[in-house]
């Protein structure tokens, strides 16, 4: 895709938008995945939680927010792209960012059965640390962590 992708801090305007991407990119990867929360509920706390604590990044292309990364203390919380970015970029320029902030290594989770997301990762590098039965998270869905990690 030429248009040019840009990726900047989250504002509070932004809150719906991550919300959306958040819920719409996980419905379509992942139909299967518990939803412990409601849609409002998700997005009340992405409004008044997530966004205000400033960690997350935002990919943003022709004024439109298409894709988001937060991440701190050497993890990967949640990358996310809408469903119609997937494909051109998105996701690797987060991920890539992520790496330049986080230098050192990083760690994250992501669902056993998610395997286009575990392709992706694979990747950049990363490698598998564990699995889970999922009883840790609450999907209760199995799930992998894994690791980033520049001397490879």
Known sequence: MSEALNLRRVTGAD???VAEIFLTSRQRAMPWLAQPHTDDETRSWFRDVLVPRGTVVVAEREG?????AEFSDRWLHALYVAPSAQGSGVGSALFEYAMTLQPGGFDLWVFQRNIRALDFYARFGCVEVCRTDG???EEHEPDVLL???PTR
């Open 15 to 17: 809150a719906a938008y």
């Open 64 to 68: 439109d927010v298409v894709g988001f």
């Open 135 to 137: 009883m840790g998270n």
């Open 147 to 149: 690791r980033w990690s």
